[in-house]
């Protein structure tokens, strides 16, 4: 299978954070090649008329993943505001158009919507199934065309999350095979955040055990860390000893070196 991870890094904050993400996945994953694109790489992808970079800031996932799924079986995005923690090789497996993670937990989701008022949904998708697109993995050209027309259309920008929610239409309301990588034994981002503090390191794995809260069904090993919030991931950045138990955010802070 030709695969290809891939991040975006749009300006210096953004930089660095790509080089701690790109630090960490390498440790798990030294098999598979992931390319970093940048403004410039934008222009030569771009097929319209290209006056000002920062239109495509809500629609950088469908934008070169539509390019690059000409090259490649599979593409994977990866947000640069991720420390990966575990081996990725399982989400490749299986038969599908695009797999996904989830957006929020019962925590997280509620105290979002107490703090600003937004969902973290759309329409009649339950918060906790509405997924995210900063880790996203592609096998299907029609998809990806799908995913960019709709990220194009006049209605696009009446939408909060833009290319995101674009992404839960096609998950959710349309006939494509979806595989939702949270649904597992391992979990990917920000199905974790606000339970940050039970992560546990045992081994060479961190490992949220099952409790009455979250997780309910069965221990999950984490692989991604999602800090999220755009621009500020860089500051948080800079919180892993108070976010985490002590022997994991050391353990977060080798890996990103």
């Given at each position: ?6 991040t975006?890094a ?12 790109i630090?960490?996945f ?5 098999n ?10 934008m222009?030569?992808f771009s097929?319209?008329?290209?006056s ?5 800031d ?5 934008f070169?993943?539509?390019?690059l799924?000409?090259?490649y ?15 990725l ?5 299986g ?6 993670v989830?957006?929020?937990?019962p925590?997280d ?9 937004q969902?973290?949904?759309l ?8 997924v ?11 998809f ?12 696009f ?9 674009m ?13 939702f ?11 974790t955040k ?7 390191k045992i ?15 069965e ?25 985490f138990?002590?022997e ?10």
């Amino acid at each position: 299978m030709n695969v290809l991870f891939y991040t975006v890094a749009m300006d210096e904050k953004n930089m660095t954070l790509t080089q701690s993400m790109i630090n960490s996945f390498k440790k798990f994953n030294p098999n598979h090649e992931i390319k970093v694109f940048t403004t410039q790489d934008m222009i030569g992808f771009s097929d319209i008329p290209f006056s000002d970079y920062r239109i495509y800031d809500f629609r950088l996932t469908p934008f070169f993943s539509r390019k690059l799924i000409e090259k490649y079986d599979t593409v994977i995005r990866l947000d640069a505001d991720q420390i990966i923690t575990g081996n990725l090789d399982h989400v490749l497996e299986g038969d599908y158009d695009v797999a996904v993670v989830q957006n929020s937990n019962p925590r997280d989701w509620k105290k979002h919507f107490n703090m600003t008022g937004q969902m973290l949904s759309l329409y009649d998708i339950d918060p906790l199934d509405y997924v995210n697109c900063g880790f996203t993995v592609i096998k299907s050209k029609r998809f990806v065309e799908h995913w960019w027309k709709l990220c194009c259309a006049q209605f696009f920008n009446q939408y909060p999350f833009r290319e995101q929610d674009m992404l839960n239409i096609l998950v959710h309301y349309f006939n494509y095979k979806v595989k939702f990588l949270d649904r597992s034994n391992k979990w990917h981002g920000l199905i974790t955040k606000g339970y940050w503090p039970f992560i546990q390191k045992i081994g060479d794995k961190l490992i949220i055990k099952q409790n009455k809260e979250w997780p309910t069904d069965e221990d999950k090993e984490v692989v991604i860390i999602h800090w999220a919030g755009g621009d500020q991931a860089y500051f948080k950045l800079k919180d892993i000893n108070i976010k985490f138990q002590y022997e994991v955010a050391q353990y977060l802070k080798t890996l990103i070196q």
